[in-house]
């Protein structure tokens, strides 16, 4: 096992250095940082000298690659076109980021895979068709337009209702505010809508999946088996049946982290969240831009996360599927 | 997946009369009880192409003496008549194929342009403009038509492309193995560990800068999307060349391009269709997302997602010009979806047929 996860990480290392490489020329090659600076008349040559020596813009783009690997493996994700050092500004965005994404994971793991049981065992009834349609419907709509609905009309409505702002849109919490309790409470306010944003876009495949493969397993042989020796329905349902039922969703929701770290991008600039995929696209478009450091420490903290992920994916079904071995 | 064409042939009652009945009319001594009279095996003589007349002939006469009417179908008459009994993706077909017409033909008959500036700021919905103007003075009408077209044209051109190249690569990779196997596979990799959307961020940042026109969008969506395709037809094609009906061809020396082009493909057209039409839906979806974040159409072209993004800023005020642009967007995905699940069920070899 130990090994197996050694393995992966050192196969998903290959390509993050091949990836990065491409992705760093590409990010490069977008445009010039300095490019402000050298439409200012007020900015003397001098200070644009300096300002280009700091961002190693003087060396050739190979050597600024290798710079920039060579501290990224060291920890060091260089400075943005700020001056500031990239580091200590995206890892608190990081877990920024992370209230939202956690929890909307879990949360539409469960979602997902309840709702797909539900309308398994209870195929074709009202219920099953009820939340079909809610899954195709989800399933068509853009994760911005979900995040706009909740924002502009769900929000202002609970909160005019309340008199009070129950639900907040922008921002990820109220600074300022203290108390373990009440920085708690603001953050929960804050959280609601864009993790059901995110929990909306996401659960609907997964409960197609985790129908289709309950389906399967309900018309297998050896779950009528299991009923005709006489074990209770729930028994066969929730020990026999889901487990097996429970395998191939989970590669599923593996591959699909990824898009979840992409939803947040957009569910960030919608609630205007500080987030690390804000921050991101920040440095692709400006106001300065290309910040080649920014986007390249997002896209590094982005890969690692989903590869970790994808192990504790494997995990899983390890642990669901006595068959599987990591050899 | 499709059964394999020639087993079925075969298999199917009416063929195997087929070659006797048949050559006492048409075929040559040499060539009875040779099996299907397959134009590569037999070596000249007329009797080599199988007439139409003859085989039609020859069907008929089985049938009557089999007492019964059994007439084969092919793949595609078979996928025909699921397809017409699928209620939810004539319902798809019948909505897209209006929204296209309203998008490719509305601008002939609406007396207003999309770039065009009237005089009536921010109004609402009425009889001058259905979908009322924004606070420009566009009619939000004809910006719908314009949008659509834009949207579902990039989408149309990065499922063909992405297709076809997909195609193309997963073939390779399916057969072939070897460098077009482990290139696919690591460029795959990659996908997998960074997500689509922030690649396309990128790339659209560094295209977007030089053209920004509906083309340089699809040309940089196709070069994501491509990837599923061929993995999807790769992953086909691996158990299909292990089949004995390719290790026949192999036997009678078809070339690998023969294999690929004549026996491979049309065996796998069934998910490439499908995938295909859900990379429509996809591609709508993803365009919208990227003209939403300002780096996919640019102004002055729109498209739904752009739509969207101006229709934010006035969507309390002003709600229709956010509605009316979000409601086309999740009817057309919606649309394509049925289309490409009816597809699904279609060209799904193991459904019984229904017709």
Do not use: C
């Not at chain 1, 250095?17 to 040559?45: D, E, Q, R």
């Not at chain 1, 306010?189 to 609907?204: F, K, R, W």
């Not at chain 1, 987030?275 to 890969?303: C, E, H, K, S, W």
């Amino acid at each position: 096992m130990g090994a197996y996860i050694l393995r992966r990480l050192g196969a998903g290392f290959v390509v993050l250095v091949v990836g990065t490489f491409a992705l760093y020329i590409l990010v490069s090659l977008s445009g010039n940082p300095l490019a402000n600076l050298m439409a200012n008349p007020h900015i003397s040559p001098a200070t644009i000298r300096a300002a280009r020596i700091e961002l190693h813009l003087n060396e050739p783009l190979l050597q600024r690659y290798w710079t920039w690997l060579t501290g990224m493996l060291h920890g060091n994700f260089g400075i943005s076109t700020t001056g500031q050092a990239v580091g200590p500004q995206i890892w608190p965005r990081m877990w920024v980021t992370m209230q939202m994404v956690i929890p909307a994971t879990i949360i539409a793991i469960v979602i997902g895979i309840g709702l797909g049981v539900m309308s398994a065992v209870r195929q074709y009834s009202v219920r099953d068709h009820v939340s079909t349609w809610f899954a195709y419907a989800f399933y068509a709509t853009p994760v911005f337009v979900i995040g706009i609905l909740l924002k502009d009309f769900l929000a202002v409505k609970v909160d005019n209702a309340a008199g009070h702002p129950v639900l907040y849109t922008v921002g990820q919490n109220n600074p300022g505010t203290t108390g373990a309790w009440n920085i708690f409470v603001d953050a929960l306010a804050h959280d609601v809508l864009p993790v059901l944003t995110l929990v909306l876009i996401t659960y609907a495949a997964w409960s197609r999946y985790q129908r289709a493969s309950m389906l399967d397993v309900l018309n297998a042989d050896y779950v009528r088996l299991a009923r005709a020796k006489g074990l209770s329905r729930r028994r066969v349902l929730y020990v026999h049946a889901l487990r097996n039922a429970l395998i191939p969703v989970t590669t599923v929701i593996a591959l699909d982290f990824a898009a979840i770290l992409g939803g947040a991008v957009i569910t960030e600039i919608v609630f205007g969240w500080e987030g690390m995929g804000r921050f991101f696209y920040q440095g692709l478009v400006g106001p300065v831009t290309p910040d080649v450091n920014v986007v390249m420490a997002y896209l590094v903290i982005t890969a690692a996360l989903v590869i970790i992920f994808n192990i504790i994916a494997d995990i899983a079904y390890g642990l669901l599927d006595p068959r599987i071995r990591y050899a | 997946m499709p059964e394999p064409r020639e087993a079925a042939r075969i298999d199917s009652p009416t063929s195997a009369a087929r070659p006797v009945l048949a050559t006492p009319l048409v075929g040559t001594p040499a060539q009875q009880g040779s099996g299907p009279p397959d134009p590569l095996l037999s070596l000249g003589g007329p009797a080599a192409i199988p007439q139409p007349d003859a085989l039609a002939n020859a069907d008929a006469m089985a049938a009557a003496q089999a007492g019964l009417t059994i007439k084969a179908r092919s793949q595609f008459q078979m996928a025909y008549a699921r397809f017409i009994h699928h209620k939810m993706a004539l319902i798809g077909l019948g909505t897209f194929v209006a929204i296209l017409l309203f998008s490719t033909i509305g601008p002939l008959f609406w007396h207003y342009n999309y770039a065009q500036i009237t005089n009536q700021f921010g109004t609402g919905p009425s009889l001058a403009h259905p979908f009322g103007t924004d606070t420009i003075g566009h009619d939000n009408f004809a910006q719908m038509m314009a949008a659509t077209s834009t949207s579902i044209e990039t989408a149309l051109v990065v499922a063909g492309i992405a297709t076809a190249l997909g195609t193309l690569v997963g073939a390779a990779a399916g057969y072939y193995g070897k460098w077009a196997d482990a290139l696919l596979m690591r460029f795959t990799d990659l996908i997998l560990i960074v997500p689509g959307l922030v690649i396309l961020l990128v790339l659209a940042n560094t295209v977007s800068k030089a053209a920004g026109n509906w083309l340089w969008i699809a040309l940089i969506l196709a070069a994501l999307f491509w990837t599923y395709l061929a993995r999807l037809v790769r992953g086909v094609f691996l158990s299909l060349r292990e089949r004995e009906f390719i290790e026949a061809e192999h036997a009678i020396g078809a070339s690998g391009a023969r294999i690929i082009l004549r026996h491979l493909i049309p065996n796998a057209i069934g998910p490439i269709v499908v995938n295909a039409t859900l990379t429509i839906a996809q591609a709508i979806l993803v365009e919208a997302a990227l003209s939403f974040l300002g780096l996919g159409i640019q102004p002055p072209q729109v498209s739904l997602g752009y739509l969207i993004a101006q229709g934010e800023g006035a969507a309390t005020v002003l709600p229709y010009l956010f509605y009316f642009p979000a409601a086309f967007l999740i009817v057309i995905v919606l649309a394509v979806n049925f289309i490409g699940d009816g597809l699904r069920d279609a060209l799904d070899p193991q459904q019984r047929v229904r017709a």
